[in-house]
């Protein structure tokens, strides 16, 4: 069931919602009266190894090439002003 709190009772008790939302609580956050959030339990899996997630977007940078990069010199990379 979810119940609905004011973004000013949210900030205030943000520790204690958190705490409630691995025992199944939902939180509706509102605003002026209106919904704008909703703090819920997470029910999908873990995130990935940060690591592995790491190595394989160092891996897709690899097969890309840069594209439409202006040809450069050593000078044009130092701010001379």
């Given at each position: 069931m979810a119940i609905a709190v004011?973004?000013?009772d949210a900030d205030r008790?943000?520790?204690g919602l958190l705490r409630g939302a691995p025992d199944g609580?939902?939180?509706i956050v509102t605003r002026q009266g209106r919904a704008v959030a909703a703090l819920a339990p997470v029910t999908e899996t873990p995130l990935a190894?940060?690591?592995a997630a790491f190595r394989e977007f160092l891996g897709e940078l690899e097969r890309r090439?840069?594209?439409n990069l202006p040809?450069?010199?050593r000078d044009d990379?130092?701010?001379r002003a």
């Amino acid at each position: 069931m979810a119940i609905a709190v004011s973004a000013d009772d949210a900030d205030r008790t943000f520790s204690g919602l958190l705490r409630g939302a691995p025992d199944g609580h939902t939180d509706i956050v509102t605003r002026q009266g209106r919904a704008v959030a909703a703090l819920a339990p997470v029910t999908e899996t873990p995130l990935a190894d940060p690591k592995a997630a790491f190595r394989e977007f160092l891996g897709e940078l690899e097969r890309r090439p840069a594209q439409n990069l202006p040809k450069l010199t050593r000078d044009d990379m130092h701010d001379r002003a």
